[in-house]
């Protein structure tokens, strides 16, 4: 009997099944294996002292934990990480600690989370236990073996994976881009290390493991719950006991028969709404994706009681209400998913890791979910698996950004290990099935698992998902077509997803007429597009913070053809290993065809913000105007960064953010007006489950020097039925463009029915088809941007504050065009990261706009200012 359960945290809170009486943090020290040929018997002896160790990062990996010790140069800069060692991390490595604790309780655990690759454990001199991948668990009962209120030794001997052949799917699960991709290049040492949480806790006799609350959304007012719990006695005595469940809110209290557990076994108890009536809940509080309601969450606490009166162990955990479905019929054969019964047009991004070398962690994920949630995405796709933090998943189920969750395969095989494999794939199910943000467990990337969908491989993963989440959310084989096509292919059972790619930019009229895909060679498909991406340059603070300043030159498509300078280091290159996707050749020649030829990098990176909002918004507006009709969703190749380069980003490796990102902001906002460049038709897009109704949607044109032109507006009232794309009416229809000058603005508002602004939309228009070289013959705009007062307030996130500016146009002669807002130090230095609600914004004359940014309070302590600056500046 006691009175408390403790946890000892080693380095940070992790999710298990205990509550914490108190923590500290453990410092891990870490050495290479070769140098000593220590034996784990000795490296986990008290006192211990190995020379040349440096401190260890947990979780964290190897590499990262010596560049953090400044033994490597910054990897980030210049071609730094290409030059490192990689023997001298391409080999097993030690992590050591010692600590001392005096637990309360009769039992004592040593819990691991995941390691890369495989960790063989030792504690105070005894090997108890191995762990193979990155998501599988290590829980080891120590008791016999701790120094009560004494020195205690853990060690930790990581051997990462194969480098001898690249990754690939051969070393499956692992982080498969560690070994390099065509957007990040290979980490020395693989991503090895200890790359989870680890904890030492204390219990009962009986614990408890993968609590699971299942829910079945009968309607949407009537739902049933399913709770149950697996729990092990670790004695060798029987223990009798009873396992109670809290449910919040609610207040649902639910308690079991007295159960008996024998010596050394396990069981499941279970708790649903035929034995429990509280299970069956009235008017439950649902989650919706974001934009379409609220992120309700319940809290669920499990617990087992000895005797009925000791508690022996606790399990806390969250969980949403909500109903996934799909079919395939309701758009002539396209995947169309569903939340709540409500059809949701899938809008997001890919995401291949948080960072290169797994250094984003905790709450560094809020701001990159947050700034999904403000790009009014929807969804994330986890390709190949490569996050594998609950603090990613915790921050989606708080945004409402549904995640797409792949499995650890790229195309079709093969694996070394299939048992290994199937393990992982069962670990991953239990540990995230809780959040209602995963909608989709996905096989393979761009093929089938094993290339056989009742092969080996494939039925590991769907027989984990069977077992352990059977009816909670979707099961996609292949991340890019249906099972039956023939290989990559489009035709066979490929109607139901359209394929990936193509990878770089195009006209934006194209994304209205042929949304060509490059890899598949489909043609007039929008479907449901799981890849679609364009090269992003990056803003010139971002650029000046990695690339040498030999290379603070405006690109062009001859240096951006090579596979060894610096531009292909940080992958702007035609090598399709080294971003030839994104066809940056193309890139460069459309920047400097569209608005003239850059004379220097910082023109050269206002100009390419300029394509990337344009190019990034009509791809999503291009999927709009097909909604439903064809189009059931896309997603964006990629929408974050996880090395500092040119291509596929919304936001950049720094949190600065680019055109793309406000491109994506206005063509994603739920209720939306858009122009159709090929057909000049205007439409309402509305993404609510709900009808609107008298709403007035206007086009205006403007001229450069910010004023209307007469005789081209046009106003008419629209009713939107919900979830669809309706017509307003076609622009210029009957009025003569050739007397528009070279460049116009086409200006869209949609108001509601009381004159309140719904949505706002801006084009610029080339009466040659995109050709912008006029705009550096506006009129400059210089400080005729007035900037009120910042009026700081109280953020959501009660660690932020949220400044609001009022940015006017008073210049008389010109319109401000693509004005860009950042937030400086009083050193002239950004803020990042910020969140901003516009940039790259344009004010005709007499114009105002209100800017708010938010940002972390700690950030203002040393004065800041807002920066604005015209195109036309």
Not at 76 to 81: H, S
Not at 394 to 415: S, T
Not at 591 to 611: D, H, P, W
Not at 745 to 751: E, G, P, R, V, W
């Amino acid at each position: 009997m006691f009175k408390s359960l403790y946890v000892f945290i080693l380095f940070s809170i992790c999710a298990i099944n205990a509550f914490a009486q108190n923590s500290s943090a453990l410092k891990w020290k870490l050495f290479p294996q070769d140098e000593h040929n220590y034996t784990g018997q000795q490296v986990s002896s008290i006192g211990f002292s190995a020379p040349n160790w440096i401190d260890g990062v947990v979780p964290g990996t190897v590499f990262y934990a010596y560049v953090k010790a400044g033994k490597e140069a910054n990897p980030d800069f210049a071609d730094n990480i290409y030059k490192v060692d990689k023997a001298k991390y391409n080999r097993p490595y030690w992590y050591r600690a010692e600590f001392s604790v005096k637990p309360e309780g009769n039992r004592t655990w040593l819990n691991f989370n995941g390691v890369h690759k495989r960790a063989e454990v030792y504690f105070n001199g005894k090997h108890i236990g191995t762990i193979q991948g990155i998501v599988q668990r290590g829980r080891y009962d120590v008791t016999d073996l701790l120094n009560s209120g004494k020195a205690n030794a853990v060690a930790v001997l990581i051997i990462p994976p194969d480098a001898s052949f690249g990754l690939a799917n051969r070393q499956a699960p692992t982080y498969l881009s560690s070994g390099s991709w065509d957007w990040m290049p290979a980490v020395p040492g693989l991503n090895s290390g200890i790359t989870d949480t680890v904890a030492l806790t204390t219990t009962g006799p009986v614990i408890i493991e993968d609590a699971q609350v299942k829910t079945k959304l009968i309607n949407n007012k009537l739902a049933d719950l399913n709770v149950n719990a697996w729990i092990k006695n670790s004695t060798d005595k029987p223990v009798s006991g009873k396992l109670n469940v809290t449910i919040q809110p609610g207040n649902i209290v639910l308690n079991s028969a007295m159960v008996t557990i024998a010596p050394n076994a396990s069981q499941t108890v279970n708790f649903d709404e035929n034995a429990y009536d509280q299970l069956r809940i009235k008017n439950p509080l649902l989650w919706w994706p974001n934009g379409y309601g609220k992120q309700d969450l319940y809290t669920c606490k499990v617990s087992f009681s000895q005797d009925n009166k000791s508690l022996s162990d606790i399990h806390t955990q969250r969980f949403g209400i909500r109903k996934v479905s799909a079919d395939t019929t309701s758009v002539n054969g396209r995947l169309r998913v569903y939340v709540n019964n409500v059809p949701i047009l899938l809008k997001g991004g890919n995401w291949g890791m948080s960072d290169y070398m797994l250094k984003v962690r905790g709450k560094d994920y809020e701001p990159r979910i947050r700034m999904h949630k403000e790009m009014n995405f929807n969804i994330i796709r986890n390709w190949t698996g490569e996050v594998t933090d609950e603090a990613f998943y915790q921050y989606c189920d708080k945004y409402g950004i549904m995640v797409w969750d792949d499995f650890w395969l790229n195309n079709f095989g093969p694996i070394d290990s299939i048992n290994n494999f199937k393990v992982n794939a069962i670990e991953k199910v239990k540990k995230y099935r809780q959040h209602p943000s995963i909608i989709i467990w996905c096989g393979a990337n761009e093929g089938l698992p094993g290339g056989d969908t009742t092969g080996a491989l494939s039925m590991a993963i769907k027989n984990a998902i069977r077992d352990n989440d059977e009816g909670q959310r979707l099961y996609i084989a292949r991340s890019n077509a249906g099972t039956t096509n023939p290989n990559f292919s489009i035709h066979g059972g490929s109607r139901n997803l359209s394929g990936s790619g193509n990878w770089s930019n195009s006209d934006p009229k194209v994304y209205f007429t042929d949304p060509h895909n490059g890899y598949l060679f489909s043609k007039g498909s929008w479907g449901m597009r799981s890849e679609l991406g364009t090269a992003t340059f990056v803003n010139i603070e971002s650029f000046k913070k990695f690339m040498p300043k030999d290379y603070w030159v405006p690109p062009t498509p001859q240096t951006v053809d090579s596979k060894d300078n610096m531009w292909a280091k940080h992958y702007f290159s035609t090598n399709g290993d080294l971003g030839g996707g994104a066809a940056p050749a193309k890139y460069v020649a459309d920047v400097n065809r569209s608005y003239g030829q850059a004379t220097s990098i910082e023109e050269f990176c206002k100009k390419s913000q300029m394509l990337n909002l344009e190019t990034m918004k009509a791809m999503f507006e291009g999927w709009n105007d097909h909604m439903w009709n064809d189009a059931t969703g896309m997603l964006i190749w990629m929408s974050q960064s996880a090395y500092p380069s040119m291509i596929w980003q919304t936001y950049d490796y720094y949190y600065d953010l680019t055109g793309a990102y406000f491109g994506a902001k206005v063509a994603c906002e739920p209720v939306h007006i858009q122009w159709n460049a090929a057909t000049n038709s205007v439409k309402v897009i509305n993404n609510r489950a709900y009808a609107i109704n008298k709403l007035t949607a206007n086009a205006e044109v403007y001229g450069l020097d910010g004023k209307l032109i007469p005789g081209y507006s046009t106003t008419k009232m629209v009713n939107v039925p919900m979830s669809s794309a309706t017509e307003a009416f076609s622009a210029f229809t009957g009025k003569d463009t050739t007397a528009l000058p070279e460049i116009y603005f086409m200006k869209l508002k949609l108001t509601d029915n009381a004159g309140k602004l719904v949505s706002e939309n801006f084009y610029w228009i080339g009466k040659k088809h995109l050709d912008y070289r006029a705009f550096d013959k506006m009129a400059k705009v210089g400080s005729l941007l007035d900037i009120s007062k910042g009026l700081v307030s109280g953020a959501e996130n009660k660690d932020n504050k949220l400044i609001t500016y009022v940015v006017t146009n008073k210049s008389k002669n010109s319109a401000a065009y693509g004005v860009r807002a950042q937030l400086l130090n009083t050193k002239g230095q950004q803020i990042l990261p910020a969140l901003i609600s516009n940039s790259y914004f344009s004010l005709m004359q007499g114009e105002s706009r209100k800017i708010q940014i938010e940002v972390d309070a700690k950030q203002l302590a040393n004065g800041y200012k807002l920066d604005v600056k015209a195109y036309n500046n």
